[in-house]
């Protein structure tokens, strides 16, 4: 199995873990995450959804400077780009169901709300050509 696709299911696994823990601590760890004064939630569902966008950008451009130094074929481009889509979109989809869960369990819509700049960002990384043809010149 190639580099790429074991990558994604790796995230793809490390997401479902970190889903598990958040669940558990909302469910049976409520007292001591009041930190934030009740608005724990609030910044739990913050942080959860920063951290897997702000690893898309990351992985993204790490990924774009990867693909200037190494030569492919046609395949292999299409290919590199490929992987490079699923990474990131699965990193942005984590982020919101991540933050629609955790508003969904608490019970608190202004968690929900993070999920309108996230489908932003997820249409802002769409697959399109032309970055296809910018990344491998």
Not at 21 to 38: D, K
Not at 44 to 57: G, M, Q
Not at 69 to 93: N, V
Not at 109 to 114: P, Q
Request: aromatic share 14%; net charge positive.
């Amino acid at each position: 199995m190639d580099r790429p696709t074991l990558l994604f299911y790796r995230i793809l696994l490390i997401m479902q873990l970190i889903w598990l823990l958040v669940t558990i601590v909302l469910i049976w760890g409520r007292p001591v995450l009041e930190i934030f004064g009740g608005r724990n939630d609030f910044w739990l569902a913050v942080v959860c959804w920063f951290v897997p966008i702000l690893t898309a950008w990351v992985m993204d451009n790490g990924r774009m400077r990867q693909a200037q130094r190494w030569r492919f074929d046609e395949r292999g481009k299409r290919m590199h780009y490929r992987h490079t889509i699923f990474i990131r979109s699965a990193l942005i989809q984590a982020a919101n169901i991540l933050a629609l869960n955790i508003g969904l369990l608490a019970r608190r819509w202004e968690t929900i709300l993070l999920v309108l700049p996230g489908l932003m960002i997820y249409w802002y990384f769409r697959p399109r050509e032309q970055e296809l043809a910018k990344r491998y010149e």
